[in-house]
T-cell receptor, first 112, second 113 residues
Framework: EAQVTQNPRYLITVTGKKLTVTCSQN?????MSWYRQDPGLGLRQIYYSMNVEVTDKGDVPEGYKVSRKEKRNFPLILESPSPNQTSLYFCASSFGQGPEAFFGQGTRLTVV | AQSVTQPDIHITVSEGASLELRCNYSYGATPYLFWYVQSPGQGLQLLLK??????LVQGIKGFEAEFKRSQSSFNLRKPSVHWSDAAEYFCAVAPGGYQKVTFGTGTKLQVIP
């Protein structure tokens, strides 16, 4: 089954404790990206990757890192999480013309 | 930089009535345009997309959208709404393939019997 898998689905952590949210897709898609969703703000793109070893900043990259060492994986790293990074995070992937189609189920992160 | 405006935060329609959700974008050239739907607790699902060509685009679940360059709009329509259409709808814009994406803030649709 074609899918984008994020882990974990829920995470509560403390300020400053490094964490990684994993994202994996099984469709051989070139394009992957991370979004955060906050009430009233819609989705905002954090980082995107056009292919292996090619990443670029979205609209809200501060406080986040990504890597794309393999085509299928695109982890999101928070080196020193802060409470303002409490949010719902989505990973997405696509192939071809644009950021279309496949979203993960989301990761709800709470930083206390 | 591109931007997207969804002027309606919340819309309520009766089941069986027609629906139009508004989306206005700002971008120098013709962008790639998308509509997504998000049901509660779920990820986003692509409804339809516009890259070029015919300005009336058909999507899944009976939705369509019309690109109007002169109005910088990409409004989503459905002739007859079903209770299962209650969800949040997002319009998005990108300059082209594999580019940065900007989403609107969403329109929450409520369907009443």
């Amino acid at each position: 089954e074609a899918q984008v898998t994020q882990n974990p689905r829920y995470l509560i952590t403390v300020t400053g404790k490094k964490l990684t949210v994993t994202c994996s897709q099984n469709m051989n898609h070139e394009y992957m990206s991370w979004y955060r969703q906050d009430p009233g703000l819609g989705l905002r793109q954090i980082y995107y990757s056009m292919n292996v070893e090619v990443t670029d900043k979205g609209d809200v990259p501060e406080g986040y890192k990504v890597s794309r060492k393999e085509k299928r994986n695109f982890p999101l790293i928070l080196e020193s999480p802060s409470p303002n990074q409490t949010s719902l995070y989505f990973c997405a992937s696509s192939f071809g013309q644009g950021p279309e189609a496949f979203f993960g189920q989301g990761t709800r992160l709470t930083v206390v | 930089a591109q931007s997207v405006t969804q002027p309606d935060i919340h819309i309520t329609v009766s089941e069986g009535a027609s629906l139009e959700l508004r989306c206005n974008y700002s971008y120098g050239a013709t962008p790639y345009l998308f509509w997504y739907v998000q049901s509660p607790g779920q990820g986003l699902q692509l409804l339809l997309k516009y890259f070029s060509g015919d300005t009336l685009v058909q999507g899944i679940k009976g939705f369509e959208a019309e690109f109007k360059r002169s109005q910088s709009s990409f409004n989503l329509r459905k002739p007859s709404v079903h209770w299962s259409d209650a969800a949040e709808y997002f319009c998005a814009v990108a300059p082209g393939g594999y580019q940065k994406v900007t989403f609107g803030t969403g329109t929450k649709l409520q369907v009443i019997p």
